[in-house]
C-alpha cells in the first residue's frame, strides 16, 4: 500500500491541476478562456494553478497576440504526460485495494 501512495504526485492534488491536466490530455492545447469555462474558475485561480504546472514542467504556457487581443494558450508536455498517467495509474491501484 505504501508503494502505491509514493506514486500520488503532490502536484496534482487539487481540483484545479488535476482539470487542467485532464483537459490538456484529450487536446492538443487549450485556451485560458476555454479552460476558465471547462473548469468554473475566476482568472486568478486558473493563472496561479496553472504556473504550479509550469513550474513542474507538466505544462507550457505561450502568451501571443491574436490581432490586439491577448491569448494564453496551454499544452501538456512529455514529463507532465507521463506524470499524470502515472498518477491515475496509482489512484486506480489505490481504489481497486480494499
Given at each position: ?14 481540483r484545479i491541476r488535476l482539470g ?38 507538466y505544462i507550457e504556457i505561450q ?19 507521463l506524470a499524470f498517467v502515472a ?12
Amino acid at each position: 500500500m505504501k508503494s502505491i501512495i509514493q506514486n500520488i504526485n503532490k502536484a496534482f492534488d487539487h481540483r484545479i491541476r488535476l482539470g487542467i491536466m485532464s483537459v490538456l490530455m484529450v487536446n492538443d492545447s487549450a485556451d485560458f478562456s476555454t479552460l476558465k469555462e471547462l473548469l468554473g474558475v475566476t482568472d486568478g485561480n486558473l493563472a496561479s494553478h496553472a504556473k504550479a504546472l509550469e513550474l513542474e514542467n507538466y505544462i507550457e504556457i505561450q502568451k501571443q497576440f491574436i490581432g490586439k487581443k491577448p491569448n494564453t494558450s496551454y499544452r501538456a508536455t512529455k514529463d507532465g504526460k507521463l506524470a499524470f498517467v502515472a498518477h491515475i495509474d496509482a489512484l486506480e491501484k489505490l481504489i481497486q485495494k480494499k
